[in-house]
C-alpha cells in the first residue's frame, strides 16, 4: 500500500520571504500522481499543484512550484513570495496512475505567515 | 456551477443515533468519492463511485456505514448506531473521469460530532 509522510507539523515564514513544505512517499508503482491541496481554516481543501510521475519536469503554478525526486520519492512545495492569504494547512497526496482512484494523504503541514 | 455541495454543515447526534449527510457533484463528474478526516490529521479514503457503481470501500468503512449514488447523480453517507470514534470531517470529494487531468474538487464538509 502506498503511503504519504509529512514530517514538518508546522512551519512559519515571512510575509513575502519563500518557504519549502516537505513530502516524501513510499510507492511500487512507477507511474503515479502527486498533488499538494491547500485547506484554509474552515474553508474547503482546493488543489494547488499537481504532478504527473512520468514528467521529468517540475510543475508550476505562478507563486507555487514542486521539487520532484522520483528515485528519492520526494515532493516538495515550495512557495515563493509568501502571502497571507496562504496561511493555511498544506497535504501532500498520492493518486495511482491505474487502478485505484482514491487520493492517499499526508498528515499535513500547518502554515503560518507572519506579517 | 457553485463546485461541489454538502448538506448538512454541521450535525451534533447522541451516540447510537443514526445519521445521513449528502453531498451534491459537480454537475458533470462521473466520480465521487467520500473521505473522513479526524482533527488534525489528513483525511482518509472512504468510498468511491463511479457513477451509480460503488467501486472501491475502505476496510474504515464498517458495516455501520452505507453509501449510495442512486442515478449517478447525489450520494448520501449513512453512519447507523453512531459511535464517539465517529466525531469527524466527512469530506465529498467529485471528479470527471477517465483522461490524465483528472482532479478531486472537495466538498466544504460535513462535521460530525457524536456525544
Known amino acids: 500500500a502506498q503511503t504519504v509522510t509529512q514530517s514538518q507539523p508546522e512551519m512559519s515564514v515571512q510575509e513575502a520571504e519563500t518557504v519549502t513544505l516537505s513530502c516524501t512517499y513510499d510507492t511500487s508503482e512507477s507511474d503515479y500522481y502527486l498533488f499538494w491541496y491547500k485547506q484554509p481554516p474552515s474553508r474547503q481543501m482546493i488543489l494547488v499543484i499537481r504532478q504527473e510521475a512520468y514528467k521529468q519536469q517540475n510543475a508550476t503554478e505562478n507563486r507555487f512550484s514542486v521539487n520532484f525526486q522520483k528515485a528519492a520519492k520526494s515532493f516538495s512545495l515550495k512557495i515563493s513570495d509568501s502571502q497571507l492569504g496562504d496561511a493555511a494547512m498544506y497535504f501532500c497526496a498520492y493518486r495511482s496512475y491505474r487502478g485505484a482512484q482514491k487520493l492517499v494523504f499526508g498528515q499535513g503541514t500547518r502554515l503560518t505567515i507572519n506579517p | 456551477d457553485t463546485g461541489v455541495s454538502q448538506d448538512p454543515r454541521h450535525k451534533i447526534t447522541k451516540r447510537g443515533q443514526n445519521v445521513t449527510f449528502r453531498c451534491d457533484p459537480i454537475?458533470?463528474?462521473?466520480?465521487l468519492y467520500w473521505y473522513r478526516q479526524t482533527l488534525g490529521q489528513g483525511p482518509e479514503f472512504l468510498t468511491y463511485f463511479q457513477n451509480e457503481a460503488q467501486l472501491e470501500k475502505s476496510r474504515l468503512l464498517s458495516n455501520r456505514f452505507s453509501a449510495e449514488r442512486p442515478k449517478g447523480s447525489f450520494s448520501t453517507l449513512e453512519i447507523q448506531r453512531t459511535e464517539q470514534g465517529d466525531s469527524a470531517m466527512y469530506l465529498c470529494a467529485s471528479s470527471l473521469g477517465g483522461h490524465t487531468q483528472e482532479t478531486q474538487y472537495f466538498g466544504p464538509g460535513t462535521r460530525l460530532l457524536v456525544l
Open positions: 454537475s458533470e463528474h462521473n466520480r
